[in-house]
C-alpha cells in the first residue's frame, strides 16, 4: 500500500475491494482508518470478473459435497468441470481467463490424506 501512496503522489484514491475477509479485517479497517489518501469501497460484481463465474459452476456441480480422501480427488473434480465448462458456448470457457485447461495442465499427484 505504500507504494500505491507514492505512485499517487498525495492524490486521493478509492480502492474498490469485494468482500474476502482478508481486505476487512479488523487490523486493515484500522490501518485504513489512518489513512486521509485512501478510501475503501466494498463492491461485488462476479459477472465483470470469469473466474468469478468459473469457480461458481464448479463449487455447484463437480465440488459440491466432494469428500475426497485424496488431494487428486479435488484436482480430478475440478479438471472434469473445466472440460464441462469449456465445452458449453454459455459458461466462461477458453477466451476468458480461467485456469489452465487440462490438456496444457498436469497438477502435481498425491496420494497424501487431506487433513
Given at each position: ?8 503522489n498525495g492524490e486521493q484514491v ?84 480461467t485456469p489452465a485447461s487440462p ?13
Open positions: 500500500m505504500e507504494q500505491m501512496k507514492v505512485f499517487y478509492i480502492l474498490v475491494w469485494d468482500g474476502l475477509s482478508a481486505h476487512w479485517s479488523r487490523a486493515m479497517r484500522a490501518w485504513v482508518a489512518e489513512q486521509d489518501w485512501l478510501t475503501l469501497e466494498r463492491a461485488y460484481a462476479p459477472e465483470l470478473n470469469p473466474v468469478e463465474l468459473l469457480w461458481s459452476s464448479l463449487k455447484k456441480r463437480e465440488l459440491a459435497n466432494l469428500a475426497g480422501d485424496h488431494l487428486a480427488d479435488v484436482a480430478d473434480a475440478t479438471e472434469q468441470g473445466i472440460r464441462r465448462i469449456n465445452t458449453n458456448p454459455q459458461l466462461p470457457g477458453p477466451s476468458s481467463p490438456s496444457t495442465h498436469q497438477p502435481h499427484r498425491t496420494n497424501e490424506k487431506i487433513k
